[in-house]
């Protein structure tokens, strides 16, 4: 426990006179549960209080690593299970308590049908969608940003618009050619439809060689992401709230004219 | 079944790899604390580490009880 040295070495010695040892068993069993909580919290976090919040009407879905679906990845893989995304998608549809959703992506990419499953789960939601693309938002991760109804790039985030590659038994025939080809208008149609960009140049941008090293494909990092018209704006954690409470405002001043408003954005 | 990701499939799929045991994720256990998805990871009978806390809620990550590290208590059951 590497990690657990560390924080000790950090904590001031007047704040705690011993390092952790087993709590002792002849307290009230209230109070001993309270202090073992503040100590462990110390311990993982380097803190014992966390800031109180109220109530957020603002839910956040965080999507690393690789997008799971249908097949358990190696354990060595961080990924973002797609059954964990989806119950939580159509709570928020239901809860009246929560009145929009911001989506974090820092994605490598994953399955293709969990990825655009989540991609239209978020586009049909009724409710105002901001996305934020931190890091990275690679492959599938395109579509997904593209879903919500206001997407925001941080400026060092890269985005890679690449083929679409087949793993496993491929047969080579012009079948397998059409079949990709196939796949790959599923993530073009979508993502031409859910933004400013237009199926040419989406398709440009995926077969284009000599940006990528051992690849076909297209690097767009913050700005240039921007400028291809795959996401709307540059921007962090403020301005992606701030437009996601307008959104929201907006929504709740005229509730008539608000779905209007959401297809007009698209 | 495919994969569109910047990551190539041999290096996603590539399980040769010696595994620590205790860090597979396949030995978590999810469940449910008041409503909270969390991994835990089990280290006695009747209690486990929480790993992971899975929520769309940003309050529920703030929540001093479920921080990673911390203790649940849960029941063994018999049915019978």
């Known amino acids: ?266 | 079944m495919l994969y569109y990701s910047i990551i190539p499939g041999e290096v996603i799929f590539n399980e040769e790899d010696e595994e620590v045991v205790g860090t597979k994720e396949t030995d978590l256990i999810e469940v449910e604390v008041n409503g909270i998805t969390m991994l835990v990871k089990q280290t006695e009978v009747d209690a486990g580490e929480i790993v992971k806390v899975i929520s769309s809620n940003p309050k529920d990550y703030l929540n001093l009880n479920y921080q990673p590290g911390n203790v649940v208590q849960f029941t063994p059951e018999f049915s019978m």
């Not at chain 1, 002792?24 to 966390?50: D, E, F, I, V, Y």
């Not at chain 1, 796949?183 to 149609?189: E, F, G, S, Y």
């Not at chain 1, 992606?240 to 307008?246: D, F």
């Open chain 1, 1 to 266: 426990m590497v990690r657990d040295n560390d924080y000790r070495q950090r904590i001031n010695p007047t704040r705690i006179s011993k390092p952790a040892r087993p709590k002792k068993k002849s307290r009230s069993k209230k109070k001993r549960k309270k202090k073992g909580n503040a100590l462990q919290t110390l311990k993982q976090l380097g803190q014992t209080n966390l800031p109180e919040s109220a109530e957020s009407d603002i839910h956040c879905i965080n999507i690393v690593g690789q997008i799971e679906g249908h097949r358990s990845l190696p354990p060595k893989n961080k990924t973002t299970k797609y059954e964990h995304l989806i119950p939580q998608l159509v709570a928020i549809e239901q809860n009246d308590n929560i009145k929009g959703v911001i989506m974090i992506l820092n994605t490598v990419g994953g399955d293709i049908e969990a990825g655009l499953a989540i991609s239209e789960m978020l586009s049909s939601l009724s409710k105002p969608t901001v996305s934020l693309v931190l890091g990275g938002g690679h492959s599938i991760g395109v579509p997904i940003a593209a879903a919500t109804d206001k997407s925001f790039i941080a400026e060092t985030a890269t985005m890679t618009i690449h083929p679409i590659r087949l793993t496993g038994m491929v047969i080579g025939v012009p079948q397998t050619y059409d079949y990709l080809d196939k796949m790959q208008d599923r993530v073009i149609n979508f993502v031409s439809s859910h933004s400013n960009i237009n199926e040419d140049n989406f398709r440009k941008l995926m077969f284009q060689t000599g940006e990528l090293v051992r690849d076909v494909g297209t690097v767009l990092i913050g700005q240039e992401a921007v400028k291809e018209g795959v996401i709307d704006e540059v921007g962090g954690l403020s301005e992606a709230m701030s437009e996601l409470r307008r959104m929201i405002d907006n929504n709740e001043g005229n509730p008539s004219s608000s779905i209007e408003s959401v297809v007009d954005d698209n």
